[in-house]
């Protein structure tokens, strides 16, 4: 059965669990995908306007990287109220701390470009922790392995994507050959978005197994 089906009936035959960590994630995926958007249509306007739009679109994936462990962190630790918080706290910590380190204007310069791409992918590597730990309290839970299937799939897209920004690969090696398309700042926006096209599956089968199976 399909999973949107899934998860459309089942809550009408149990007591569905709370649906915000899948929320915020959606909320924060929309974010950054307008942030980005909003970015490139008005960023060359004006040097301010430039300005104001490259800090919204850092803060964007910053939104992003950090609603993205809220559905796996949640559910998985939904009935271990201490590792829930402790993983979430220090999730939305990073993600606020890298949100406004992102609003500083030395933050911009282009010899950080890497050092961005770095901070980026850090956060994200600091999911490892959690997976980690899940596998370990659900290793015979097929649900567990399936999501942490969907969500190294999204890191190694997300992670993918960094590494494309960070090294300029492939005008890099052809200059000027892909000034109008297949330049790593698009291919980097198709991996981002395929990277929370992924983690939206994972988090669909998140909810039919809490809202089968509860605690």
């Not at 198709?190 to 089968?205: F, R």
Request: proline share 6%.
């Amino acid at each position: 059965m399909n999973d949107d089906l899934v998860n459309t009936i089942v809550p009408l035959m149990h007591q569905p669990i709370t649906r915000w960590p899948f929320f915020a994630f959606l909320g924060g995926a929309m974010f950054c995908l307008l942030a980005s958007s909003t970015c490139h249509l008005l960023a060359c306007y004006s040097e301010r306007l430039s300005y104001i739009m490259l800090r919204l679109d850092y803060a964007g994936i910053a939104a992003l990287i950090a609603t993205s462990f809220y559905p796996p962190v949640y559910y998985s630790f939904m009935c271990s109220p201490f590792f829930c918080n402790l993983y979430l706290g220090i999730i939305t910590v990073l993600g606020v701390a890298t949100g406004i380190f992102s609003l500083l204007p030395m933050f911009q310069r282009p010899q950080f470009r890497k050092f961005r791409a770095s901070l980026f992918f850090g956060m994200g590597m600091s999911g490892i922790a959690p997976i980690m730990h899940k596998l370990i309290l659900f290793k015979n839970q097929p649900e567990a392995v399936q999501t942490t299937g969907y969500e190294v799939l999204m890191g190694t897209l997300y992670g993918l994507g960094a590494l494309i920004y960070a090294t300029r690969i492939p005008e890099r090696w052809k200059p000027g050959r892909f000034d109008i398309a297949g330049h790593s700042h698009q291919l980097f926006h198709v991996l981002v978005v395929a990277g929370a096209y992924t983690h939206y599956h994972a988090g669909l089968v998140y909810l039919r197994w809490r809202d089968l199976e509860g605690c």
